[in-house]
């Protein structure tokens, strides 16, 4: 089963490929309620983060892939803030994430836990507190330790995705994603080895994030 969306932001934020695993911890909140272990999902460029990435200099072609992930784990937010596991540690937002600040810390994803309330709290990071209640409304983080992330170097077969039976959305982002049952899998990630796409590492930096900061490399 893999569910494809359409992406319109791509900075390493969401998903956040970093540190041995991709995690989607905030936008995509229909996504995140409902999506399950064993499921994949994929995010394809489309018009307006093309558009973006040309402001900053990337090309990228309107439904290349951006990443493709198998869900294998599904954590709450709070659960995700308080595992003691280094890599969910290292998504921890980095503060302050000032001039000149660290991309990859900046877009550390790791940033929404309840107080002794059950109130939700935000930690400094990568959103404004305008989008807590869209954040906090997906639920949960899909923690994924299968994936491929092509970022920049996003890109699609000359067959077109049909030839993987993929169907994208046309024309605006999707909310919820589209399932594609009879997708070919193995096939797909063929051709991704074939292409030098190395699977559960950062093949390309993200298409709007700018590492020379500080040289960080993909990690």
């Known amino acids: 089963m893999l569910y494809t969306y359409l992406m319109t932001y791509d900075c390493g934020y969401a998903p956040n490929p970093f540190h041995g695993v991709l995690t989607l911890a905030t936008c995509k909140p229909g996504m995140r309620r409902v999506r399950t272990p064993g499921q994949w999902i994929a995010g394809f460029a489309g018009k307006i983060l093309q558009s973006r990435a040309a402001k900053e200099g990337t090309t990228v072609p309107v439904g290349g892939m951006i990443y493709l992930a198998k869900i294998k784990e599904v954590k709450t937010l709070d659960e995700y803030f308080n595992d003691p596991d280094p890599r969910f540690e290292s998504k921890k937002p980095q503060v302050p994430i000032d001039v000149p600040p660290s991309h990859l810390g900046a877009v550390g994803d790791n940033m929404y836990h309840k107080n002794s309330q ?9 959103h404004d507190p305008e989008n807590l209640d869209h954040d906090v409304g997906g639920e949960n983080v899909l923690i994924c330790e299968e994936f491929y992330y092509l970022g920049r170097l996003a890109m699609k077969p000359k067959e077109e995705w049909s030839r993987f039976n993929i169907v994208i959305p046309d024309g605006r982002p999707a909310l919820y994603g589209y399932d594609c049952p009879d ?36 990690p």
Do not use: I, R, T, Y
């Open 183 to 218: 997708f070919k899998l193995n096939a797909l990630k063929e051709w991704l080895d074939s292409n030098d796409f190395k699977p559960n590492q950062v093949s390309g930096m993200p298409c709007l994030a700018d590492f020379s900061w500080n040289g960080c490399g993909a």
């Open 118 to 126: 059950g109130e939700w709290v935000q930690e400094p990071g990568w």
